[in-house]
């Protein structure tokens, strides 16, 4: 008698084991899902936000952000100073830039921040510099 109990504890034990191996493997099959702690955000479209219009002076550019002194841009609120601008690599295809080159651009307000949307060079008229 005392075996008979010993084979059921041990079939038991393997199907509770099996089961429970069972569940692990269930998980949520969408690959779509991200944690509320994701590093990745998504990006919302620029394309509807308004274009704002400005020049200044390159003082640099370090990966992605570029940084000018420029004038401003009343009508979007951006007074003059230096600012640090989002620019991606087709706009810099459209113009030389190295620090101290004078440009003429337009750019949007994102929710991320400030992204040039246009560059372009610009010839010196001053002589006295900016």
């Not at 008979?4 to 569940?23: I, V």
Request: with cysteine; charged share 20%.
């Amino acid at each position: 008698m005392f075996k008979r109990k010993g084979k059921r504890m041990k079939f038991r034990a393997f199907m509770f084991s099996l089961t429970l191996l069972g569940l692990a493997a269930c998980g949520n099959d969408s690959p779509n899902t991200r944690s509320e702690n994701s590093v990745a955000e998504a990006v919302s479209s620029t394309v509807g936000l308004p274009n704002y219009d400005s020049q200044g002076v390159v003082a640099s550019l370090e990966g992605q952000i570029l940084t000018l002194d420029h004038d401003g841009a009343s009508a979007a609120g951006l007074k003059p100073g230096r600012d640090r601008f989002r620019v991606y690599a087709d706009v810099l295809a459209e113009a030389p830039i190295a620090p101290g080159s004078r440009v003429a651009f337009a750019f949007k307000k994102t929710p991320q921040g400030l992204e040039i949307a246009e560059l372009r060079a610009q010839p010196s008229t001053r002589t006295g510099g900016w």
